[in-house]
């Protein structure tokens, strides 16, 4: 099995998921499940949000008409970020964007915002623009939902061990942080520390038994340790849980082909 687990980021209303194609038949045995796809045309999920903020749309008549006075000028910063999420959430980036670029020039020190457009240029593959908005909100406040889209960025640029760091400081924030504990494992796994990415998705699993994405790269890298029983095993547990769609068939898939291989053995 190839030394790689496509990064998946939980759709916990903090980071954005990332990616979205349909595998092909070589990816299948190492790539774990888009969490939020429960079928093949899933919706984009929303941009990032610290913890704490109100995602959601906003009713845009009770804001009033976009006149040359601009109707969003007394918006909160929150405010702005869901006008933005609902322009997002619709298909309307570009919208989303100009909306965040408005805010922005409004309240330049808020962490939010960056965070939140940083989130929507690693939705729309800008990797550049938003590492340079995840840093800029770090510094002005940390947060580990924040941290773990800006792990995603440098990952694109394979700065791993960075990405690796900021996850970490992610988890030294909130040791039971989901996103940022199952995408170390997956960056553990890719730079070959088997042991540590077995240990992050077991605490995954042992945090939130109930998520089905953690059975399946646990099962990877059981698989890539020799653990054979024990990675088709975590396939069931994976099946169990997964909603109907490509992923599901795909570990049904894989689990036929390791089946037939340890009793090949046998």
């Known amino acids: ?28 045995a190492a790539a774990p499940p888009p969490a939020a796809a429960e079928t093949d045309a899933a919706p984009a999920p929303p941009p990032a949000l610290p913890p704490g903020a109100k995602a959601g749309p906003l009713d845009l008549s009770q804001i009033g008409p976009h006149d040359e006075a601009y109707a969003h000028e007394s918006l909160s910063p929150d405010e702005w970020a869901s006008v933005a999420l609902m322009y997002q959430s619709k298909g309307r980036f570009g919208e989303a964007l100009a909306t965040l670029d408005q805010a922005i020039a409004r309240h330049p020190e808020n962490a939010h915002l960056y965070a939140v457009r940083g989130a929507l240029w690693l939705q729309l593959e800008e990797y550049a623009k938003a590492l340079a908005d995840l840093e800029r909100s770090l510094e002005l406040a940390e947060d580990p939902g924040v941290r773990v889209n800006y792990a995603e960025a440098l990952r694109r640029f394979d700065r791993k061990s960075d990405a690796l760091a900021s996850l970490d400081r992610a988890l030294a924030t909130n040791p039971d942080y989901l996103p940022a504990l199952f995408n170390r494992g997956v960056l553990r796994f890719e730079l070959g ?74």
């Not at 099995?1 to 349909?22: D, E, N, W, Y």
């Not at 995954?204 to 399946?216: L, R, S, T, V």
């Not at 396939?235 to 898939?253: C, M, N, Q, S, Y």
């Open 193 to 266: 520390d088997e042991a540590g990415a077995l240990a992050d998705f077991d605490r995954a699993i042992a945090i939130d038994p109930a998520a089905a994405a953690p059975y399946f790269n646990r099962a990877a890298v059981r698989w890539a340790l020799g653990q054979k029983e024990a990675a088709i095993a975590d396939l069931d547990a994976f099946i169990e849980r997964a909603p109907v769609g490509t992923w599901k068939e795909t570990a049904r898939d894989l689990r036929a082909s390791w089946q037939e291989q340890l009793e090949a053995k046998r």
């Open 1 to 28: 099995m190839p030394r790689h687990l496509s990064v998946l980021l939980f759709a916990l209303a903090l980071t954005p998921l990332i990616g979205g194609c349909k595998p092909t038949k070589a990816e299948r």
